[in-house]
Each structure stands twice: as C-alpha cells, then as structure tokens.
C-alpha cells in the first residue's frame, strides 16, 4: 500500500476512534461556526428582509453592492479584520486577536452579505399577492413585512445553511484571525492547512472527511427543507 | 339602510404602460348597496377593485371613501374599513383557523372574542372539518371558502370580492351567496364584486355595472 493508502487508513482509524485532537478540532470549528451563522443570520435575515419589502432611490446599488460583496475572498476579510483588531488596531484595546471571538466577528462579517442577500431574493420571490392580502387584512407595515418573511421561511433557513456551509469551510479568516492555537482556535480548515504543510497527511485527510460529510450534511438539510416546503 | 356613499368616484382614469385602462366619468356606490362590476376579462374591473382597495393609486381622479378622498390618504385606517379578496387569492403557510384569524390578530381584537368570531364563521362557511388542517391540504373549493372566511370575519363595512365564483364548486355558491347576503342585511355591509358570472350576481343584486375597454357602458 502506498503512502496515501495508508494515511487515509489511518485517517479512518482516528475518526472510528474518536482521536481526542480531531474531536478538539471538530468541536472547535462547529462552535464558531455555529456561533457566527446564528449572529449572522440575526443581522443578515432582517436586512434581507427589509431591502426586499423597501423601495427606495439606490435599492439597485446596495443591491449590487451586496451581491459583490459576496465575490470578497476570505483572506481579504479576516485581513481587513486583522487591521481593526491588532494591538495599534481601532478595537486592539479588546485584545480580542487571536481567539475565538475573533474567528467568529470574521466569519459573521464574511456570512451578512451572504445571508442578507439570499434573504432578499427568497422574500422577493413571495407571491405579491400575500402582501395585498395581508394589507387588505388590516396588517401594518412590521406585520406585512413579518408575514411575508414567514411565507418564505423555508428559503430563510436555508440561507443560513448556506452560511454556515460557507463558514465552516473557510480558511483565511481563521488562520488569520484564530492564529491556528491548537485547542483553542485551531479549525478543521486551519488544522488541514497545517498538517499538509507538515506533511502529514493522516489527521489532514481525517479531518478533511469530517469537512465533506458536514458539506454533505448541510446539502442534505438545505434540499429536505426546500422540498418538504416548496 | 342608508344612503350615503360607500364610494364616490369622479374623473377616475388609469394606465399601464400609456394605454389608458379605466376612464370613469362618475360613480356612486352607496352605503349598504350590493354592487356589481360586470363585464370581459381584460374590461378594467379588476384594476376598479385594486383602486377601491386602496391598493393602487390612479393616474388620475378621486375616490372619496366615506367622504374622504382615498387618493390622497391611503393610510391604515381608511383601508381598515376595506376588504378585498383577490381573484386569485392567497392563503397564508399556516391552519384555516390561523389564516381566518389574521386580520382579528392585526386589528388588535381580544383573544376571546377572536375565538368567538373565528368559531361562529368556520361554523358558517362549513369548515369545522378542516378548521385545523393546513391551508396547503385544502381543495380549491375549500380554500376560496376560507379566503372568504378570513374577509367576512373582520366584519368591514366594504367587502370587494374579484371573481369569487372562479374556484368555487357547485357546493360552494349557495354558501357565499347566503353569507355575503348575511353581510349585507345585518350589518349593512357594502358589496361590490367584479365578476363575468352575471348569473351569480343577478340573483344578489339589481346594481350592475357594465364595464367594457374600462368605460362604464350600462349603470
């Protein structure tokens, strides 16, 4: 068996027996995962929202804005980031640099304009007609608003599947802002990044599986929502 | 029943795209009147609905609503004495009780009298059977019958109906016709249906109006 055999061999053995570094790793990267696609959403979704349900003069240029946004790689974010929270930074006085909060303000600015803007078109493909009838029903504009956000639900949540799809498989923020410390910021992505570079392959193609089956997880969620509701 | 108008109309014209699609000279509709616009697909009815909704601004005219000009104070108030079931209406992702509840929850009306009301019209419009089910479940007969549910109940005293006859089954009629006569000779509801179904309408009302190319031909 050649190198590769035998560390994806090995790689099966340390996620079969729970290797106490992968499941650190792993439980690390669904915390600030989780964490940033739960803030993101609560700020993305009701933005969405309510660029969708407004009209107003340059509705067409933040949407464009947003949607560019979107094309930002990630490397860029978590240095834009690193400027603001290093110790000569605007926020160095929080010496929030390397931790977790940081991994988790980066990836929650790098998910908004994701969420936000997949919010926006799921609420804009609403029936118009909902917002008549809800208007015509005696409905206010917060309660209009609500009750069309509440018909595209389905499409909401899996925005923010999508985000956390999105964050749980990036690199550059948590390198840059987590610093990779093992135990306390290091991510599957970062540990992956690490591991290759050491050559070793083993825990790399280990924890590369998890990320896959995550993926596949989140895939799987996002289609299960969409069909049970379509 | 008084006499007062529900709608005055004056002038009234709107357009789409520059082709003018409505042009009423003048039209009284009166307070407690059943009203019916009838006429071809295409004559303008269901733009007069959207515009006596409150829905749709017109290029140009008034509408005085109770006496007050519509046009220029579309606000939430005025429109809470207005209810329009669309043509082709929508329900609301959630149970018939729920969506017949909507408006009584917008409208800030105590719980209690929200279960009262919601029990005695699913009573009436014979829903009881699927008064939990979601609205998703519910056949096209059922759900125009809970879509008239969800406007009767707020008991408005307008109620504008676009082709209510469309998805009805031959159950269905006999049951909006007795409800919205219900309307209209207990509380003095004020009704107006845009319809093509001139059998439905002549045996609710004498008030028809003919529509064709957006111009009143017979009133």
Not at chain 1, 93 to 110: D, E, N, W, Y
Not at chain 1, 120 to 130: D, E, G, H, T, Y
Not at chain 2, 131 to 150: F, H, T, Y
Request: one cysteine or more; charged letters at 15%.
């Amino acid at each position: 068996m050649n190198d590769l055999g035998l560390a994806f061999k090995e790689a099966i053995r340390l996620i079969f027996t729970a290797d106490p570094e992968i499941t650190t790793i792993v439980w690390a990267s669904l915390r600030f995962s989780l964490c940033s696609t739960v803030i993101a959403s609560l700020i993305g979704i009701p933005a969405g929202v309510a660029l969708a349900s407004s009209q107003f003069r340059f509705k067409k240029l933040v949407e464009d804005i947003l949607n560019t946004t979107l094309a930002i790689p990630t490397v860029v974010i978590g240095l834009f980031a690193y400027t603001l929270l290093f110790s000569q930074g605007p926020l160095g006085r929080f010496q929030l640099l390397f931790s977790p909060a940081a991994i988790i303000i980066g990836q929650t600015v790098l998910i908004v304009p994701l969420i936000a803007s997949l919010a926006c078109s799921a609420v804009s493909l609403v029936n118009p007609v909902v917002r008549e009838t809800a208007l015509t029903l005696g409905a206010g504009s917060f309660r209009t608003t609500t009750t069309i956000a509440a018909e595209a639900h389905a499409a909401l949540l899996v925005a923010c599947i999508t985000g956390f799809g999105r964050v749980i498989g990036e690199v550059g923020i948590s390198l840059i802002l987590g610093g990779n410390i093992l135990g306390y910021t290091r991510t599957i992505t970062t540990a992956i990044s690490l591991q290759t570079s050491r050559g070793e392959f083993a825990l790399g193609l280990a924890l590369g599986i998890v990320l896959i089956c995550a993926a596949f997880i989140v895939n799987i969620m996002a289609r299960r929502i969409g069909r049970r509701h379509s | 029943m008084s006499m007062a108008s529900a709608y005055r109309i004056r002038s009234l014209t709107h357009s789409f795209d520059g082709r003018v699609v409505l042009d009423i000279p003048m039209l009284d509709i009166s307070s407690g009147q059943i009203c019916a616009f009838v006429g071809p697909n295409g004559c303008g009815k269901t733009t007069l609905l959207s515009i006596l909704a409150l829905l749709l601004q017109p290029v140009s005219g008034s509408v005085f609503l109770y006496g007050v000009d519509a046009v220029r104070h579309r606000d939430r108030e005025l429109r809470k004495k207005v209810t329009l079931v669309h043509q082709k209406p929508v329900l609301f992702s959630t149970t018939v009780r729920t969506n017949i509840a909507y408006g009584l929850h917008a409208a800030g009306v105590p719980a209690r009298e929200i279960r009262r009301r919601v029990r005695a019209i699913i009573e009436e419009t014979r829903l009881t059977n699927v008064a939990d089910a979601l609205s998703r479940k519910l056949s096209g007969g059922e759900a125009q019958r809970v879509v008239l549910a969800r406007a009767l109940v707020l008991e408005t005293p307008i109620v504008l109906l676009d082709e209510p006859t469309n998805s009805l089954d031959d159950a269905s009629r006999p049951i909006l016709r007795d409800l919205l006569l219900k309307a209209n000779r207990t509380r003095g509801a004020t009704i107006v249906i845009a319809t093509h179904d001139t059998n439905f309408v002549s045996s609710l009302t004498e008030r028809i109006v003919r529509l064709e190319g957006g111009k009143i031909t017979d009133a």
